[in-house]
Nanobody, 123 residues
């Protein structure tokens, strides 16, 4: 496991934008598949987006496709989630996750998780 440090999030109106960032803390020579998940109150954690360690392959949940963009940072093992055209139903705690083995939309495949950051979209 590695420590993940998240930043970003906050309160925004419907139609607004936010950017989340996540980085693997400390030095590491491993490369990770990195994903974003979210959990709304009373609901299960759900997949949002995933990116391969090369950055060349991405996958999105249907609910965010065309509005959210996941991307690798310049530094190794950093990832961002640009969220545009936000809707009230996007309100949730967003979690960054890292997985050293495979490209996956399954939360169970990820061994490392960030602390979570709140995103609230007001109507």
């Amino acid at each position: 496991q590695v420590q993940l440090v998240e930043s970003g999030g906050g309160l925004v109106q419907t139609g607004g934008s936010l950017r989340l960032s996540c980085a693997v803390a400390g030095r590491t020579f491993s490369r990770y598949y990195m994903g974003w998940f979210r959990q709304a109150p009373g609901q299960e954690r759900e997949f949002v987006a995933v990116i391969s360690w090369t950055g060349r392959t991405t996958l999105y949940a249907d609910s965010v496709k065309g509005r959210f963009t996941i991307s690798r940072g310049i530094a190794v093992n950093t990832v961002s989630l640009q969220m545009n055209s936000l809707k009230p139903e996007d309100t949730a705690v967003y979690y960054c996750a890292a997985n050293g083995e495979r490209f996956s939309t399954d939360a169970g495949a990820y061994e490392s998780w960030g602390q979570g950051t709140q995103v609230t979209v007001s109507s």
